[in-house]
């Protein structure tokens, strides 16, 4: 989520457009939807994330479960066995 929130909050879309970031991980949603109930190791990241938010003028973040989304989650592990990042932004 860090990864994406920097990206966006630096694009131009950041104080004209929205982003909408889905997660299948309850904890990082909740974590950053109350950062007051995050774990105190991941402080420092949810600190910078919140921050980011902040820049961003219209953000909504959703937890999917994993088996509602079986597309997006073998994307996802088709990415973990890329040599390079892939980034892809749809206009």
Same mark, same amino acid.
């Given at each position: /989520?860090? +990864?994406? /929130? ?5 694009? #131009?879309?950041?104080?004209?457009? @929205?982003?909408?970031? +889905?997660? &299948? #991980? ?5 974590w950053i939807s109350k950062p007051i109930n995050a774990p105190w190791r991941l402080g420092q990241l949810i600190h910078q994330?919140? !921050? ?5 003028? &219209? ?5 999917? *479960?994993?088996? @509602? &989304? +079986?597309?997006? &989650?073998?994307? !996802?592990?088709? @990415?973990? +066995?890329? *040599? ?6 749809? *206009?």
């Amino acid at each position: /989520m860090r +990864e994406v /929130m920097v990206l966006f909050a630096a694009s #131009s879309w950041a104080k004209s457009g @929205g982003i909408n970031i +889905e997660s &299948d #991980s309850k904890n990082a949603v909740s974590w950053i939807s109350k950062p007051i109930n995050a774990p105190w190791r991941l402080g420092q990241l949810i600190h910078q994330i919140t !921050a980011l938010k902040g820049k961003v003028l &219209d953000r909504q973040i959703h937890y999917i *479960p994993r088996s @509602g &989304d +079986e597309v997006a &989650d073998n994307l !996802a592990k088709t @990415g973990i +066995e890329r *040599p390079n990042d892939l980034i892809r932004i749809h *206009p």
